[in-house]
């Protein structure tokens, strides 16, 4: 087998590795937290606090309706014992019972108001919670995939390198060193000569050039310095 096919089955052990270290970091680059549920976590949370103090609210008014209900409770039983005579009396208990009725009236409003403010947010709470769990699940079933993937790509990875140990030491070495060489500056270093033309570069080849490249000897494209490889 002449250097040049030699080092062309190197380059294309080398491309085929590149492109899976490539895949290989890509599919690395995936793995970790994932932005929505890190997002929809810290907006339950705030939708958890929201709920408490909209709790909070509704005992409190409980119990300032509760206590209302009592005083006016014994304000009624006062003004309808027939305990007090005075009209005096009775006229300023009366007012009394009318403001607490009314002040009970906005309790009762203000009650239910946040009673339908702590529906709306459990509701939201629960919507939210299943929309994070959901999203966990994706995110974990996604993880291992990723991590699948990794794994099969490290193994592709380590089967090339071996491969292309194996190629590479039964290449002359100094070959595989001016190859590296020129891979460094061109990218590609091997370019096959395709009708009378450098794939490399497309410019055609002298007849001494393509003679030389057909006898198998080591040459390399009169253009762009790439090795000529004549399949
Ligand atoms: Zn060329």
């Given at each position: 087998m002449s250097v040049a096919k030699q080092l062309y089955q190197l380059q294309e052990v080398d491309v085929e590795l590149e492109s899976v270290e490539q895949a290989l970091s890509q599919t690395a680059s995936q793995l970790g937290e994932s932005q929505a549920v890190v997002r929809t976590q810290a907006e339950l949370r705030s939708e958890h606090e929201h709920l408490e103090e909209l709790r909070r609210q509704q005992h409190s008014a409980e119990w300032e309706l509760d206590d209302l209900v009592n005083k006016l409770a014994a304000a009624e039983e006062q003004l309808y014992?027939?305990?007090?005579?005075?009209p005096k009396e009775l006229t300023s208990l009366q007012h009394e019972v009318e403001g607490l009725k009314a002040r009970r009236d906005q309790l009762e409003d203000k009650a239910l108001e946040i009673m339908s403010q702590v529906e709306l947010a459990e509701a939201s709470v629960t919507t939210k919670s299943s929309a994070l769990k959901r999203l966990e699940a994706e995110w974990h079933s996604q993880q291992q995939q990723l991590s699948a993937e990794m794994e099969r790509l490290k193994a592709i990875v380590s089967e090339l390198k071996q491969k292309r140990e194996l190629l590479a030491a039964n290449i002359d070495p100094k070959a595989v060193e001016f190859y590296g060489e020129l891979k460094k500056q061109k990218g590609t270093a091997v370019a096959k000569v395709e009708q009378g033309t450098c794939?490399?570069?497309?410019i055609s080849l002298s007849t001494a050039e393509l003679q030389k490249a057909r006898g198998g000897s080591l040459i390399q494209c009169g253009s762009c310095g790439r090795i000529l490889f004549l399949p």
């Open positions: 014992s027939g305990r007090i005579k005075n794939r490399g570069c497309r």
